[in-house]
């Protein structure tokens, strides 16, 4: 994106640019950002929540939750869901959120649910399915995407595409809202990067 490339604000702030610890998720933006909080959903996972001065509409603020929730596991009785799991690290983040919204306030929760059909309160909307409601959106497929494939078989897990990355957005009529959502990054650069002899990107 080219707004990038001239100006962010990062949820690192300024001085960490090395890493993305101790969460594993970085939130870039157009807009300054105000505060942000790291909240832990269990030993290794985390969510970012990250307040963004940004006058949308009748918006004060946009609150981003950045997560990235647990995925299923392989153990020695074999593959073995983490739904429940999932489920309980969403509330904990639902919970942080709506503890520094304010009104007027939009609130986002993106990232990688490691489910395709995660369950949130009735405030919360789907972006994908708001905006293009009669396209699949798959962003996990092991049909067309090696790494995905690698992932499908050290896990031993379902090998048909998912859409496990999402976007919700609540309040959903705030400000008379028209949401759109795009897929991005769904050309593969794997096999280039092999055949020129670099260490291959992930995305």
Not at 96 to 101: A, I
């Amino acid at each position: 994106q080219l707004w990038v490339r001239d100006h962010y604000w990062s949820s690192c702030g300024d001085q960490q640019t090395d890493s993305v610890d101790p969460s594993g998720q970085l939130t870039l933006s157009k807009w300054p950002v105000r505060s942000v909080l790291f909240a832990r959903l269990s030993q290794h996972k985390t969510v970012v929540l990250t307040t963004i001065l940004a006058s949308m509409g009748r918006a004060r603020a946009l609150l981003v939750a950045n997560l990235h929730l647990a995925a299923d596991l392989l153990d020695a009785s074999g593959p073995s869901s983490r739904q429940e799991h999932r489920a309980e690290q969403l509330k904990i983040c639902e919970e942080v959120l709506h503890d520094r919204l304010r009104p007027g306030d939009l609130a986002l929760i993106a990232g990688d649910f490691n489910d395709a059909a995660p369950v949130l309160s009735g405030e919360f909307v789907d972006a994908w399915l708001a905006a293009r409601p009669q396209e699949e959106g798959y962003t996990f497929d092991p049909t067309v995407n090696r790494v995905a494939q690698q992932v499908v078989a050290a896990v031993q897990g379902r090998p048909e595409p998912r859409r496990i990355d999402r976007i919700y957005v609540a309040p959903p009529a705030a400000g008379g809202w028209r949401m759109d959502a795009q897929l991005v990054g769904t050309e593969g650069f794997y096999e280039a990067s092999i055949e020129s002899g670099k260490q291959p990107w992930y995305l």
